[in-house]
């Protein structure tokens, strides 16, 4: 996992192995409010200031299909899940 966090706090790469991706996702998942609805943008904004490989779609994906977040399907509206 080295090299995959900055000391700034900035993701540098998605990994490659599952147990690295959890790490990252729940880094990531730290930064957002619970019980906040958040859009897409505001989703996006957050996941662009924490990396640096330009894939904030995939981090978005991967925050909603492991479960840390969810998202309405008629209101387009992220929440964060319950802390884990």
């Known amino acids: 996992m ?4 900055t ?3 900035v993701v540098t ?3 490659a192995k599952a147990a690295d991706r959890l790490v990252v ?3 990531l998942v730290a930064k957002f409010e619970t019980g906040r609805d ?3 943008r505001e989703v996006n904004d957050v996941l662009k200031r924490y990396h640096s490989f330009g894939d904030w779609a995939l981090l978005r994906r991967e925050l909603l299909e492991s479960g840390r977040f ?3 399907p008629v209101t387009a509206i992220y929440r964060r899940a319950d802390a884990r």
């Open 2 to 5: 080295t090299g995959l966090i």
């Open 7 to 9: 000391d700034d706090g």
């Open 13 to 15: 790469r998605w990994p």
């Open 25 to 27: 996702l729940d880094f």
């Open 38 to 40: 958040y859009s897409e």
């Open 70 to 72: 969810s998202r309405n």
